[in-house]
């Protein structure tokens, strides 16, 4: 829907629009589902504070990143207390563990959304293939669901 929201026509517009609000109560329940809970985040708190620790530092004294991930001084030292953390946190380790594969088998299941329709007519000519593939179950006959 995003990917069409710039072309023009009211009436599509419009069926854009409405659309994205049938949907995105699904996407926030679905984002929400996710969300780790309060004893995973001390944990992932005190995982992050590790590998400062652990990491090397710049002229600053500031941990060292790459693509995204510290470098570590001491792999050694952080992978021996990294354990240490995860036996302490195991509780909170298992159930977010849980949590992630219940939300992928979420992903799988199919959801029954009613859609609103837009009549070919409405569809703006300047749309191009792939974004017309994109919105393909929105187009109907006569604008009805």
């Known amino acids: 829907m995003n990917n069409v929201a710039k072309l023009k026509g009211v009436k599509f517009a419009y069926a854009v629009i409405r659309n994205l609000n049938i949907l995105q109560p699904e996407i926030e329940a679905i984002q929400k589902s996710l969300e780790p809970q309060d004893d995973f985040n001390v944990y992932d708190k005190e995982r992050m504070e590790l590998a400062k620790k652990f990491s ?48 992928n088998e979420l992903l799988k299941e199919e959801t029954k959304v009613e859609l609103y329709k837009v009549k070919l007519a409405d569809v703006p000519t300047d749309i191009t293939t792939e974004q017309l593939a994109g919105i393909y179950d929105i187009i109907g006959e006569d604008g009805k669901i």
């Not at 380790?93 to 594969?101: N, P, S, T, Y």
């Open 56 to 103: 090397k530092k710049d002229e600053k004294g500031e941990p060292k990143t790459e693509n995204n991930q510290f470098v570590l001084e001491d792999a050694k030292g952080f992978e021996k207390e990294i354990e240490q953390l995860a036996k302490k946190h195991k509780p909170a380790l298992d159930a977010r563990e849980k949590q992630v594969k219940e939300y």
